[in-house]
């Protein structure tokens, strides 16, 4: 068996590296009352790669736009990541490439803001889409 990557045993606060991927759909009801109806909605699970803690989102559809808020709920609850791992799933590329878009932004508009954001890029690793055994640590749990 070979050894595991740094990110799963380095020493370091939860959540420093991510991994995460979607389950479901299901169905929700916004309400206990009869006849209500039922949402399709998806569970977003983040699981930190040295200590295994898991966090959970609900969203209600599986684009970019939803999962920038899930991010951004995520980021505001156990902080930035320095790392996230995920599948090649079009939402998770879509947000890549907007926040990397957001840091040129900033910085070719603004030096005062670009320096400090672009000290905090999030470094994303996709798995390969034939190989879905890689993310086993997360992709175990969704």
């Not at 970019?64 to 599948?87: C, H, M, Q, W, Y």
């Amino acid at each position: 068996m070979g050894d595991l990557p740094p990110d799963r045993v380095r020493a370091i606060r939860p959540f420093v590296g991510v991994g995460t991927d979607f389950a479901g759909p299901f169905l929700v009801k916004s309400s206990y009352l009869r006849n209500t109806r039922s949402h399709k909605a998806y569970l977003c699970v983040f699981v930190c790669l040295s200590t295994k803690a898991v966090h959970l989102e609900l969203v209600s559809a599986l684009s970019t736009e939803n999962f920038v808020a899930t991010l951004g709920r995520f980021v505001s609850r156990r902080g930035l990541p320095d790392l996230i791992r995920s599948d090649c799933g079009t939402n998770y590329k879509g947000t890549d490439r907007y926040l990397k878009e957001v840091v040129e932004f900033l910085s070719s508009n603004s030096p005062y803001l670009g320096t400090p954001m672009s000290k905090k890029d999030i470094q994303w690793k996709f798995d390969p889409p034939v190989c879905q055994h890689w993310g086993g640590i997360f992709e175990a749990v969704a």
